[in-house]
């Protein structure tokens, strides 16, 4: 069986040391997933470290182990950045759990035109909250140490910007000429790439990301949903990174 990930704060730690898992992880842990005494797991910070030991005590929604050993994971020399539009709830946290799980490092919300969910300022924190809460269960899932950084809400401007910024900046459109496939992928530096909502991407827009230097492809025969289309772009590009 797979040793469970739970994250908390952990502060240094050398192998050796006892590490406390409370509060809202620690009661998952010790109440829904009953994990018990004897048994293996990791406790993470999120950002890239993790102790991995054996459980000493269960109970009153805390565990404690005994840290064997510690693992860290060096920041990544490719950042991956899907800027996710907006989506109704249920697939905009879909999309954020996949991608999580395919290996994204940023994921940036984006009020496009057409996008069915809209985010009123007061809304935004609740949004962001759900959003985040998605990615960190979906790192504890896959077992990944570093939960994806999700970003304020961007404006069109901001997305340019960052197209400006990135390595390669491409944008999902189902009209494009040119096949994924058929891009120069880099090997180190920021990837960015532009996820439509339900309703498609605007003229206006599209224009907006190519006079940013963002190159539109096509990644599929069919019309992907908003929630599937940015983790096939994802797997595509880390596999032609790979036959380089």
Known sequence: M?????????????PGDEVELSGAEGHHAQAVRRIRPGEIIWIGDGAGRAVRGTV?????????IAAAE?????PPSTCYVGVQALAKTERAELAVEILTEAGVDEIIPWQSERSVAKWAPERIERGLARWRAAAREA??????????LISPPHSLADIQQRIRDAELA??????AETSLAKVEIPTKGEILFVIGPEGGLSEAEVAAFAESGAQSVRISDGI????????????AIKALQERE
């Not at 510690?70 to 060096?74: D, G, H, L, Q, S």
């Open 56 to 64: 000493l005590l269960a109970e009153k929604h805390t565990l404690r």
């Open 170 to 175: 491409l944008v999902l459109h189902e009209s």
């Open 2 to 14: 797979t040793e469970p990930l739970f994250f908390t704060d952990l502060g240094t730690v050398t």
């Open 70 to 74: 510690v693992i860290e994971v060096k």
């Open 224 to 235: 992907l949903r908003t929630s599937t289309a940015g983790v096939v772009a994802l797997a």
């Open 139 to 148: 790192a504890k899932q896959s077992r990944r140490l570093r939960v994806p």
